[in-house]
């Protein structure tokens, strides 16, 4: 099982840019499909980006589609999250997830229970 560790959380003004890291231990992250996950106070968990297992595919949520990116470095073991042009609803703890297949044919990303291992989370903090 993969086990996960995010960082790179904090405080931002509104329109400015963080990148979360996601450190993964175990040969594992290279074969599978990662996400980004995340949780506003008083709202469920809601995912908000994935990438394939050789990152050639991508998908995000509508709320952030053209302002995150996501990305992973399998040589580094290590997934991303860049978010630009940060909005005070962007406030949550984001959580990496490591999902159980390669690819991303058929929304299984959208499907928390289709993720094996979850990061511990991040806070993020925008402002105005």
């Known amino acids: 099982q993969v086990q996960l560790e995010e960082s790179g959380g904090g405080l931002v003004q509104a329109g400015g840019s963080l990148r979360l890291s996601c450190a993964a231990s175990?040969?594992?992250?290279?074969?599978?499909?990662m996400a980004w996950f995340r949780q506003a106070p008083g709202k469920e968990r809601e995912f908000v980006a994935a990438i394939s297992w050789i990152g050639g595919t991508s998908y995000y949520a509508d709320s952030v589609k053209g302002r995150f990116t996501i990305s992973r470095d399998n040589a580094k073991n290590t997934l991303y999250l860049q978010m630009n042009s940060l909005k005070l609803e962007d406030t949550a703890v984001y959580y990496c997830?490591?999902?159980?297949?390669?690819?991303?044919?058929?929304?299984?990303?959208?499907?928390?229970?289709?993720?094996?291992?979850w990061g511990q989370g991040t806070q993020v903090t925008v402002s105005s």
């Open positions: 175990g040969r594992a992250f290279s074969s599978i499909a």
């Open positions: 997830a490591a999902g159980r297949r390669p690819s991303l044919t058929s929304s299984w990303y959208l499907d928390q229970a289709n993720f094996g291992s």
